[in-house]
Structure formats: C-alpha cells, structure tokens
C-alpha cells in the first residue's frame, strides 16, 4: 500500500499516511478537513460504452457510478417488471458513504430507519451479553450512518435515481449468452448488442460467471444453515406490554445461541418489524414443506427466550432460504466481460455486508477506469479492479463465515469465554477486542472504514500509472 501525502499542519513537512493498518492521524481529520481525507470526484479521460446485466441492487448501483464518471451505460435485465422480493436489509456504513457520494441520500431518506444500536441476547432469556453503539459513533467515525431498510424501497431508490441520471434500463431483456472477445451479449429473442465492456451482475446463479472461469462453476460452501424471514405489523407488538420496549428506541436486537440465532429490527421507517431467523439444515429446499414452515420455525425457537417466542408466534407468513458462501475466485474478468456482485462473491448474511460489497464493487470498477488516459488502458484497469476487489471480498466472506461460528456456540467454556469478552462493552468499559465483529475496533475499522476509492488509487499508484494527482490529497 502506497503512502498518500495529507498536506501538512502548521506549514510542516506533508504527513503520509502509514502503509500499515493504523488510526494514529485520525486525530488531523478536522485540522486537515482542506485536504479533505475523501477521494478527489473525477471523471474518466476516456468515456466507454458499458452493458450492465441485472437491474439489482448491485447493478443499478454500480451502472449510476459508471454514468456519472462519464461512462454511457444501458442496463439490461430479464424481468418484465422492475421489483425486489425479500424483506429488511442492512445498509452499513461503508455503503452509505457510497451511496451519499452518488447522491442516493435523498432517494433513500423517506424509507431507511437509522438503529441506535445492536444489542446481542442470551438465547435463554434475552439477557443483554453485547452491544455496539452505531449512533453517533458510526456516523462520526465513518463519516456515514448505519441504516436499515426494506429491501423493495432501496431498490425503488436505486431505479429512481438510475431514471434520473438518464441510464437506459431494458427489461424483459433476458441474456443467453455473453462474447468476452467482442464484449457482446445475445438475448433470448436472438439479438446481439456489444460495447467496451459488459459487467454482469447477474447475482449468485450468474452464466456470465461460467464463461470467465472458463466453463468451471465455482465450488459453493454450504454452511448447513436455512433462514426463515418474516415481516410483523408494529402495531400488533406495540399493544403488548411485554413486547412493546423493543420498539421504543429503534435497534438491531440479535439473540445468539447454539447454532441458532435470531435477528430483529424495524424497517419502513419504523412501520415494520423484520425478523431473519437462521436455523441449521442439512437437507435443502426439494425437501422443505411449505404448509408446515409456520410450525417448523416455531419449532426451531421452542423453549428460547419468552418475548422473542411470543414474537415469533405473531408471524403469520414466512419464508424460508438456503444460505450458501461462494468460493474466493481466481479472477472476475475475461476479455471485455467482468462479474460483480453476487455473481463474484456470494456471501453468508452473517456480516450484512453482501449488498454493501456490490455497492463497493460498482464505485471501484468506476474509479479504475477513471485512471484511463486511453482506450488501449482498459484491460489494465480491469486488472488492478479485480486484484483489489478479490481481497477485499474474499475477507469479508471470510469474516461472515467466522460470524456464523462465534455466534453459535452451544453453551459451555467457548459461550462463557466469548460472553465474558463482551461485558466491557455492554458495561461501557473500554475495551481493546471483543468476539462482536461489529464493536471489535480493529474489525471495525477494516470493515466500514474501507475507502474503495482510496484502495484503487494505491493500487495504481503501486502500478506505477497512476495519474499525477491522484495519489496526493
């Protein structure tokens, strides 16, 4: 990692930022705020034309970023409607700070809710055994708050915006087939269309994925785990006595035990309460009963603490999901055909930051081929994206796998072990490490103070081709 200059305090000689994992100068932030510590806005040199495959998520984020470096983007995706399934999804600091730069907050603003806090729960009874404070701790030390939505209004957000910044999104455009030589692809209806270069972002059953891995499919990790899903009416909990104080300050509520876990928190601006519930299964879905998946997950949960027992019994509707990990991949690119996403990097819910990586995927791909000063550049560009977007992806599957393990512990000397090493935390001690991924301050730092920007820009400048400015701030 190169040392980029911060300019200097009282007219000294200019602070490099250390190569090492360190917040040593995160004091100088204010002082420094005329340099500013963001990434300078830019746009590419050379203006491409890009074909973006799947209006997810993933991809509409990253077909706004590549618009609005320049880029002439059409988006193609196979559904006839645009829509998201699903229910709440987290949107970490790391993502929000994305989001904001490419003018989402306003999109985003009548639907997020913003949690003070995660709190961790003893299975057996609810009791507090960890906690992280996202209010205002996240938003002062990742310049961006930690917000949670409903999966369906951030996608209606992310089309809006989209629409706004003039991208072409087809629909009922489904690809068969993709060129990496031409950068083309083929539609079901037998038409061709081709560009400089065409991102897939054709989520975790990618086709694209098969032709850049040279007809291999990716080895999955499957945990042995399913989660059931399901969305509550606040009403209905808000006229328990015994339910109605976890509504009183928004939260992430997380109880943890032995190879279970069950995750809450309030979406749609408060008006819904969403639960994930992950549970462990070994069979897969050919073998699940969807008549009897009310009963089953209560069943999961029986004898777990009484009020998340009485919240379950309110579910009226679930759905239940098969969670799989991908495998690290040996690159993401082939000719002019690049994954992104899903499709590069599946990854357990566990660290809620599978939507985030795509996010950080489209503001890198777009930040790289900023560094363009000719159309001959572009494979290089490609290059030095998926180098750095594979290590950072690969850790946070790591990371999520790890989050599947630390919160399952059956009860005994690990659970005591891991339980003691949060009660600073619950206690408001300080603290130096701790098994919450969330509060632990190192992973923390790693995790939602990542600048993907800042990660392309070293890596050009460690490339030796960089532009002049762009390692200086």
């Not at 000294?12 to 004091?27: E, H, Q």
């Not at 002082?31 to 963001?38: C, N, R, T």
């Not at 899903?229 to 509504?247: F, G, Q, Y």
């Not at 005994?412 to 300080?430: F, T």
Request: glycine fraction near 8%; charge should be neutral; charged fraction near 20%.
């Amino acid at each position: 990692m190169a040392c980029r200059g911060l300019g200097s305090i009282d007219g000294g000689k200019p602070v490099a930022v250390p190569s090492y994992p360190s917040n040593c100068l995160y004091f100088a932030k204010e002082l420094l705020k005329d340099h500013s510590l963001a990434p300078n806005q830019r746009s590419s040199c050379v203006t491409l034309n890009i074909i973006v495959v799947g209006a997810g998520l993933g991809g509409l984020a990253t077909a706004i970023a590549l618009a609005q470096a320049g880029h002439k983007v059409k988006v193609y995706e196979q559904t006839p409607v645009l829509g998201e399934v699903g229910a709440g999804i987290q949107i970490p600091s790391n993502s929000t700070r994305i989001l904001f730069k490419l003018g989402l907050q306003p999109y985003l603003a009548p639907y997020v809710t913003e949690p003070e806090s995660i709190h961790f729960r003893r299975w057996q009874n609810g009791k507090l055994i960890g906690k992280t404070k996202l209010v205002p701790n996240f938003g002062e030390n990742f310049n961006a708050p930690y917000y949670v939505i409903h999966r369906a209004d951030f996608h209606s957000a992310l089309c809006r915006k989209a629409r706004d910044e003039g991208i072409e999104i087809q629909l009922g455009a489904k690809v068969v087939d993709y060129d990496p030589v031409h950068g083309s692809i083929k539609l079901a209806d037998s038409t061709e269309h081709s560009a400089d270069l065409v991102v897939a972002a054709d989520g975790i059953k990618s086709a694209a994925r098969k032709i850049v891995l040279d007809g291999q499919e990716m080895p999955f990790r499957k945990p042995g785990f399913a989660v059931y899903r399901a969305v509550l009416d606040v009403n209905k909990m808000r006229d328990d006595p015994e339910l109605s104080w976890i509504l009183a300050k928004p939260a992430l509520n997380i109880w943890i035990g032995d190879n279970r876990h069950a995750m809450t928190y309030t979406i749609g601006a408060g008006k819904a309460f969403n639960m994930v519930l992950s549970h462990p299964d070994l069979m897969g879905p050919s073998t699940w009963n969807e008549k009897t998946a009310l009963e089953d997950m209560k069943a999961e949960f029986q004898g777990w603490d009484p009020v998340l027992e009485k919240i379950i019994g309110m579910v009226e509707k679930t759905i239940k999901w098969p969670l799989m990990s991908g495998s690290p991949l040996r690159r993401w690119a082939v000719g002019k055909l690049v994954v992104i996403g899903d499709a590069a990097h599946a990854m357990l819910p566990y660290m809620s930051q599978g939507a985030a990586m795509a996010v950080e995927d489209g503001i890198a791909l777009a930040r790289s081929l900023s560094h363009m000063e000719s159309p001959e550049q572009w494979q290089h560009a490609v290059d030095i994206f998926q180098t750095v977007r594979i290590k950072r992806s690969s850790q946070m599957q790591e990371a999520s796998l790890l989050n599947g393990q630390l919160w399952h512990f059956a009860d005994g000397p690990l659970q005591k072990a891991r339980d003691a090493a949060m009660i600073p935390e619950v206690e408001g001690l300080p603290f130096s490490h701790s098994p919450n991924q969330w509060s632990d301050p190192a992973t923390q730092m790693w995790c939602y103070g990542y600048d993907s920007e800042n990660a392309i820009d070293e890596a050009w400048v460690k490339a030796g081709t960089a532009h002049e400015n762009s390692s200086m701030l």
